[in-house]
């Protein structure tokens, strides 16, 4: 019984950015086999039987950006603090599949999601993306950013309280012990990557340098990539020499 074959897609393109530093291309045809970019080549050429075509000749085409900084569980503006206290675990997701789906829109194919407020929900959207289940960009993601108690990434600035309803446990760390252990819950989930805070953050409530913290030890062994967040100069100075990006 032969294997079914895989749907093919004719992309008539009026100018193409093909290939990087090159200039691009006017008439071009993109043939698409499946998920993956089969051929390029010049002028519109007839499509195979059965072949979908996307008609962009007046159009100017270029390959999916990437994201390297982005946290679809959160946006970050008037509504923000209150947001944090009132929306409910369900609603976080359901905004992140939101995002996630204008991020896409906005030409972007891929994205790295560097900090979430729910872990859970940014792990279970990934494989929704990747499945088809939801519109969205290919997602990498760290889950929980590991920082130091008061470090930044940690919610501060309300009543305490309030401070420990909302307040994620599973990033902090403090010590190596304790660093190398929430490195290995985040392998344990699913992390594409380990973000570590090495300083505070760059706000009112949490000033830069006020805390510190070097990388996770061991963090490499994961074979995962360590990305830093620092915003003064000797974390920054400590990170590099750990060979972690900033």
């Not at 509504?79 to 972007?108: K, M, Q, W, Y």
């Not at 990557?193 to 090495?198: D, G, L, Q, R, T």
Request: charged share 20%; with cysteine; hydrophobic share 40%.
């Amino acid at each position: 019984m032969s294997a079914k074959a895989e749907p093919e897609t004719i992309i008539y393109a009026g100018t193409l950015l093909a290939e990087p530093g090159q200039p691009p291309r006017k008439t071009q045809s993109v043939r698409v086999t499946g998920a993956r970019i089969a051929a390029v080549g010049d002028g519109f050429v007839d499509p195979p039987d059965g072949a979908r075509v996307v008609d962009l000749r007046d159009r100017f085409v270029l390959p999916g950006l990437i994201d390297c900084h982005v946290h679809l569980t959160g946006q970050l503006g008037p509504g923000a603090r209150l947001a944090l206290v009132d929306e409910s675990d369900p609603a976080i997701a359901l905004e992140a599949a939101h995002r996630a789906r204008i991020t896409l829109e906005a030409g972007f194919t891929t994205v790295r999601d560097v900090g979430a407020r729910k872990p859970e929900a940014i792990f279970a959207l990934r494989a929704a993306v990747a499945q088809g289940k939801v519109p969205g960009p290919r997602i990498l993601c760290v889950g929980a950013i590991l920082s130091p108690t008061g470090g930044h990434g940690q919610t501060y600035g309300y009543r305490e309280d309030v401070c420990a309803c909302v307040q994620s446990r599973i990033g902090v760390a403090d010590g190596p012990d304790a660093c190398l252990r929430a490195v290995r819950a985040q392998v344990a989930m699913g992390a594409d990557a380990i973000k570590f805070v090495a300083t505070g953050g760059c706000s009112r409530i949490s000033r830069p340098g006020s805390t510190s913290n070097s990388p996770p030890p061991r963090s490499r062994q994961s074979w995962l990539p360590p990305i830093a967040w620092a915003v003064a100069a000797r974390p920054m100075r400590t990170a590099r020499r750990g060979s972690t990006r900033l």
